[in-house]
């Protein structure tokens, strides 16, 4: 099946500074790549994906790259600010099986 | 529209109990599934569903049933429940085209 590895599992940057969260996977087959963001006792929420088709996608500050190849994905945030501090998660599935895998984690801790 | 909901939000079990932890949305989404989140190991898939009466395991699935008799609910239950089931369990419903919502979770203890 298919296995995500996510790195780093922390993160610390000071506000207004840059943040890249990295994500690879083994199954060639995974064409859908979404990204959560959960904060203290809230569920995952969705803020970017992208389709296998598709390199890169921003959305304001976030960003996202897919490297089809090499078989990795990474999220970018820009000019982080203290809301961004939170556990980011990301995930793969095969479009048919509708079925997400995720990574572990990034807890991202945004300082003033 | 109150997306997906989850009952309860709290809840602790004796070993050897069983219980249902329900979960509903009302998006008329075809895929509803459940997720473990232990701390250090990401979301684990236990049970999906990609339609009402059909079911099927995920990466963990010992210890769980589910069922989906409705497109709208998609109950999990521990039929003897044991401490390795302490955990956070999160349900979500959507697609790959709409992309998946998660409900808020359920924070269980087995004591």
């Known amino acids: 099946g298919e296995n995500v590895e996510q790195h780093p599992s922390t993160l610390s940057v000071q506000e207004g500074d840059s943040a890249v969260i990295k994500c690879t996977y083994s199954?060639?087959?995974?064409?859908?790549f979404p990204w959560y963001k959960q904060e203290l006792g809230k569920g995952p929420q969705l803020i970017i994906d992208?389709?296998?088709?598709?390199g890169e996608k921003k959305d304001q500050r976030i960003a996202v790259t897919l490297n089809k190849t090499a078989k990795h994905f990474s999220l970018h945030i820009t000019e982080t600010q203290p809301e961004d501090s939170a556990v980011y998660f990301c995930?793969?599935?095969?479009?048919?099986?509708?079925?997400?895998?995720f990574g572990t984690g990034t807890r991202l801790q945004v300082t003033l | 529209n109150a997306g997906v909901t989850q009952t309860p939000k709290f809840q602790v079990l004796k070993t050897g109990q069983s219980m249902t932890l329900q979960c509903a949305q009302d998006?008329?989404?075809?895929?509803m599934s459940w997720y473990r989140q232990d701390p250090g190991m990401g979301l684990r898939l236990i049970h999906y569903?990609?339609?009402?009466?059909?079911?099927d395991q995920g990466e963990v699935p010992n210890g769980y049933n589910v069922s989906r008799s409705t497109t709208e609910d998609f109950p999990l239950r521990l039929l003897s429940a044991a401490p390795s089931q302490t955990s956070v369990y999160f349900c979500?419903?959507?697609?790959?085209?709409?992309?998946?919502?998660f409900g808020s979770g359920t924070r269980l203890t087995v004591v």
């Open positions: 979500a419903s959507g697609s790959v085209l709409y992309g998946y919502t």
């Open positions: 199954d060639s087959a995974s064409n859908y």
């Open positions: 992208i389709r296998s088709n598709v």
């Open positions: 995930a793969a599935s095969t479009g048919t099986a509708s079925k997400l895998t």
């Open positions: 998006m008329n989404h075809e895929y």
């Open positions: 569903s990609v339609g009402a009466g059909i079911t």
